[in-house]
């Protein structure tokens, strides 16, 4: 398979997979050289432009972020191009989301978590941006990132150190809030990841579709927004369990417990795979199992105010 054009497929995706790691024979190449010996064209939605030159083999459209900013995904004439899809979504032909499969460490106990509330987000979209700036006017947030930021001590989102020292930041934190940058159809990213890792609860701004992500024991681990009225109904519940240690623990009884039975689910099939979804991709190859009549588009809409309970400049 050759990733066409190369600009962004360029690192990830110079991979040889072994004998031993899949039972096709499996090459993943961005060198354009070896273009007539493809099987596949692999093509990276935030750089979709120019088009493979081969219509006569399946085309691959890959994506890890949402369609409010990457607009190909909704244009029907792109998508009727392709043939397999490999996406965040978890019904995609190739699910490949960035939530990893969270550890079981165990979290500083309650009451060594100094901190209440973190925030730690510098793409300030509207709608989560104003939700924040609500909520903080009934209960202290420390928020580290660019948008409104009160707190120090953080670099850049950028910068190779970010997320260990956000790990570190977040172990000492009661709550995360973890608001995704827009509600699109299973588009979770890696920060409930970095979240659970640490040991801080999730407060989740998501798709409604959040759960199928949490299977098990974690259905229990995050705060969901979409739970309360406003800002002001989640900022009371926070305190109640900032106060109650008991009820606080719970949602971290997934890290006691285990994630418990997951093998039937879309999420735990991905985290426990037999063989790397390129090698999957291959196999589908091979077997001549793609869609003959192109991909759907995916509509996913801008994110609005009042889903979540809020009016803009409210004060």
């Not at 500083?108 to 989560?128: D, L, Q, W, Y």
């Not at 009160?150 to 989102?157: D, P």
Request: glycine residues 6%; contains cysteine.
């Amino acid at each position: 398979m050759l990733g066409f054009p190369a600009k962004k497929s360029e690192g990830f995706l110079e991979k040889g997979i072994g004998k031993d790691q899949c039972p096709v024979a499996c090459e993943v190449t961005s060198n354009r050289d070896r273009i007539k010996q493809a099987h596949a064209f692999i093509v990276h939605a935030r750089d979709p432009y120019p088009l493979p030159p081969n219509k006569d083999i399946p085309w691959i459209l890959t994506t890890l972020e949402n369609p409010v900013y990457t607009p190909v995904l909704k244009k029907t004439e792109y998508m009727s191009q392709f043939h397999l899809l490999r996406s965040y979504r978890l019904d995609s032909d190739f699910p490949t989301p960035l939530f990893k499969k969270p550890n079981l460490n165990p979290p500083v106990p309650f009451k060594n978590k100094t901190g209440r509330i973190m925030a730690a987000f510098s793409n300030c979209e509207p709608v989560r941006t104003e939700y924040l700036r609500q909520l903080m006017r009934y209960i202290q947030v420390d928020s580290y990132g660019a948008c409104l930021q009160n707190k120090a001590g953080l670099v850049q989102r950028y910068k190779s150190d970010f997320k260990n020292m956000k790990s570190k930041l977040q172990k000492t934190y009661k709550f995360a809030i973890t608001f995704f940058n827009q509600d699109c159809d299973y588009f979770v990213d890696d920060q409930i990841l970095h979240a659970l890792n640490a040991g801080s609860v999730p407060i989740v701004m998501s798709t409604d579709k959040i759960y199928e992500f949490l299977p098990g024991n974690l259905k229990n681990a995050i705060i969901n927004v979409r739970d309360f009225k406003n800002p002001r109904e989640l900022a009371e519940h926070l305190k109640f369990l900032m106060n109650n240690e008991t009820e606080y623990n719970k949602h971290l009884e997934w890290k006691r417990k285990g994630l418990g039975d997951i093998s039937e689910t879309i999420i735990g099939k991905y985290w426990d795979r037999k063989f790397h979804h390129w090698c999957e991709i291959c196999q589908a190859i091979a077997q001549g199992k793609w869609h003959k009549q192109g991909l759907k588009v995916d509509l996913c809409q801008t994110r609005q105010f009042n889903t979540w309970g809020i009016n803009p400049g409210y004060i």
